[in-house]
């Protein structure tokens, strides 16, 4: 997923299926099927998915990051969870962990790590797009769940097809 800085929403997905499912869940302008490919070492990340060329490298893993990588997996990926932890992780990092996809789908992100990112070259379309910096303004997908600093987040996304009401719980 990629938000120009016109606004305009981009979905690179590997397959039609893929494509479909996403552009279910969440709002794009376009949607493109290409070859995606992720390298990865310890530190460093190389992701290609037709013209967007990125690379990153992954700093110390934090507070946050010690804190999920404690909770047991299975654990954090039950939907109860991330309900539970959504205002922590709006407090601490400015994300959410649950909310209404769009299309009648509600959705829910169980983490279990977070590294911050040190370094990054992102190339799309040819364009250099410049340095790291926060999220400002918040993407537009879906409920628009990133934390505000660049970082990597391992999760567990678990996406009900059905309808659902808004709870407290549900709200940052």
Do not use: N
């Not at 690379?55 to 507070?63: A, C, I, K, M």
């Not at 999920?68 to 407090?91: F, I, K, N």
């Not at 990054?120 to 769940?145: I, W, Y």
């Amino acid at each position: 997923m990629l938000e120009r800085r016109d606004g305009h929403r981009l979905l690179l997905a590997p397959s039609a299926q893929t494509a479909d499912f996403i552009a279910g869940t969440y709002v794009f302008d376009e949607v493109r099927v290409t070859p995606v490919r992720v390298d990865t070492t310890e530190r460093d990340w190389t992701v290609t998915a037709g013209t967007l060329r990125l690379r990153f490298s992954l700093g110390s893993r934090g507070v946050v990051g010690r804190l999920l990588r404690a909770v047991p997996g299975p654990l954090a990926a039950r939907p109860a969870w991330a309900a539970w932890t959504t205002r922590p992780a709006w407090l601490l990092l400015g994300a959410r962990t649950c909310g209404s996809a769009g299309g009648g789908r509600y959705e829910w992100y169980g983490a279990k790590d977070l590294h911050r990112i040190t370094a990054a070259m992102v190339r799309f379309e040819d364009e250099d797009l410049g340095s790291l910096g926060p999220v400002r303004p918040p993407v537009r997908f879906g409920f628009g769940s990133t934390p505000r600093g660049p970082c990597l987040v391992r999760l567990t996304t678990t996406v009900d097809m059905g309808q659902h009401e808004r709870t407290p719980l549900t709200r940052p």
